[in-house]
């Protein structure tokens, strides 16, 4: 029969044909194949919303550039107060006649559809969101336009996903792929945009998904450095630690980071609050929003608009130490104002301008305390938008990376990891939460909790209940008056909380609208069955 060697043939050629059968079930061809498709849509998609955003600025500011301080600084009072309340406007019919959720979308809602939705988001209310937010940033409302370009990215990716009837766990994975390639459109930067995908929006680094997710990155800066070049966004000076011994001013860093970054998320929350106490009519809220934005921007021309000028004179050193402090206060107060105005815009580059701040400032106090050992105040901010950046967004290691290929400030490693490392972990210690998280649990959706908790939340009695047959005798406890009903759309945590009240194993499922007519029965052996099929499915997937 061949002998020993025959045999290792016929075993490995089983496990080979095994493994290549399960590549071909899952659709991996098809998925490698659209995660190209989806690369080049979303790098392209990634162009058109920054030139859509300089058009919007071409009407106020007379110019496409990403220079909105120093353009605005030169107008004068009225048209600086004026752009945001006619762009507020604007995004606030939006709001009222086209938005159908009233409100603009973001990292939070791509994370939701990925745990809830089977990641599906719909095209129009994508796009939608999308052209709010152009039109928001483009008149200077004080947001980052990363947050709203990884949705669209996302709603990109999720339409493909649906063209091709492709099974849930395909559709999260290709949702990857449009995150990774907005982030690497937005950054140049396709390493950090294929880890943030990962560590953010799907949460493992399961090999079905890297391969895809990683190919949709690439491709995507490929076609970004095509066309705007392969500089990085900030393009710095050499900076070079001084001493060794400034590795506990990095620690203190941290320390700072953290207070900035909680103070932020405090900030936007308080915003929030307040809009929410105040109420206004949902047309007129982002008018208010731009008008108090616009009253910051007359004296902080710099907070306008996406803010990577001012970001990028932090860290050449341009500011002095009061107007680092000054822009850093300004910049949280006005972007929490936007956020809560519901005008479109994310928080990432906030997060790197109010790090760029903090960092640049502190750096300029160390310097005047330990002249021979303190670096450069451009070092400190450096450091300072990895600390804050990581902290509100939750991503320590895209977080960093990101940095990385930002400023190409790879000597600044060990130095950056410190600092993002005390200020995640501070953060977490003290808030509990990233910002995309903190949003969704206002919406009751925990899922730093672990799968577990949000399966029992999502899961309805309708995913494992037994319509009722005409010649079924259901068991005489159930029937009683006084037993337990459920509905089709209780969640199966609601049903094993009545499972176990009444130690009854099988209760009747009851029309909503008709209280008294049984269609179903729930058992709680089916119902326990569902919960660890889908405990399984979610480890599979995170896994494989």
């Not at 130095?415 to 509990?432: C, D, E, P, R």
Request: glycine share 12%.
């Amino acid at each position: 029969m061949g002998g020993p060697k025959g045999l290792i043939n016929a075993i490995f050629g089983q496990q080979m044909q095994s493994n290549l059968r399960l590549f071909l079930s899952g659709r991996q061809p098809l998925i490698w194949l659209l995660s190209i498709i989806i690369g080049l849509s979303v790098a392209y998609a990634a162009l058109l919303f920054r030139i859509g955003i300089g058009f919007v600025q071409l009407s106020w500011l007379g110019a496409m550039s990403e220079r909105v301080g120093t353009k605005a600084a030169l107008l004068p009072w009225w048209m600086i107060l004026g752009a945001p309340v006619a762009g507020g406007l604007v995004v606030g019919l939006m709001l009222k006649y086209i938005i159908t959720n009233k409100r603009p979308e973001g990292v939070a809602d791509v994370i939701e559809a990925r745990a809830l939705k089977e990641g599906r988001i719909p095209l129009r209310q994508g796009l939608y969101s999308a052209i709010l937010t152009i039109i928001s940033l483009g008149s200077g409302a004080s947001a980052g336009r990363e947050g709203p370009v990884v949705h669209l990215g996302a709603t990109i990716a999720s339409g493909f996903a649906r063209y091709f009837a492709l099974p849930a766990g395909s559709v999260r994975n290709l949702l990857g792929c449009g995150v990774a390639a907005a982030v690497a459109a937005s950054f140049n930067a396709p390493i950090a945009g294929a880890l943030f995908a990962m560590e953010v929006v799907l949460g493992h680094y399961a090999m079905r998904a890297f391969v895809p997710v990683v190919i949709s990155s690439t491709v995507a800066a490929v076609i970004t450095r095509l066309h705007l070049g392969e500089f990085p966004a900030f393009v710095l000076p050499h900076y070079n630690i001084v001493s060794y011994y400034e590795f506990g001013a990095f620690a203190v860093l941290g320390l700072v980071c953290a207070f900035v970054a909680i103070s932020f998320q405090l900030a936007i929350h308080l915003a929030q609050q307040a809009a929410e106490t105040v109420d206004p009519p949902i047309w007129l809220r982002p008018v208010i929003g731009g008008f108090m934005v616009g009253g910051i921007g007359i004296f902080f021309p710099h907070i306008l608009g996406v803010g990577y000028e001012a970001t990028d004179m932090a860290l050449k050193e341009y500011f002095p130490l009061a107007l680092l402090i000054s822009l850093m206060i300004a910049k949280m107060i006005a972007t929490a104002i936007t956020l809560a105005s519901r005008f479109g815009g994310g928080v990432f580059s906030p997060s790197l301008y109010l790090g760029a701040m903090a960092g640049g400032a502190f750096g300029i106090i160390a310097a005047s305390y330990f002249p021979a050992l303190g670096s450069s105040s451009g070092l400190y901010a450096i450091l300072g938008m990895g600390g804050v950046a990581a902290a509100v967004l939750g991503a320590p290691i895209s977080t960093t990376l990101i940095i990385f290929e930002l400023t190409r400030g790879f000597d600044l490693a060990i130095a950056l990891l410190l600092v993002i490392t005390i200020s995640s972990g501070l953060t977490q210690a003290i808030y509990g939460r990233s910002f995309f998280h903190w949003q969704l649990g206002g919406r009751g959706l925990f899922l730093t909790d672990g799968p577990h908790k949000h399966i029992v939340q999502t899961l309805k009695v309708l995913d494992f209940m037994v319509f009722a047959g005409n010649d079924e005798k259901p068991p005489e406890e159930s029937l009683a008056k006084e037993a337990p009903r459920l509905t089709a759309k209780d969640t199966l945590e609601e049903a094993l909380r009545v499972f176990d009240q009444s130690g009854l194993v099988r209760i009747a499922v009851v029309d909503a609208d008709e209280p008294e007519r049984i269609i179903a029965w729930a058992g709680r052996l089916d119902a326990l069955e569902a919960y660890n099929n889908a405990l399984i499915q979610a480890n599979v997937e995170a896994y494989r």
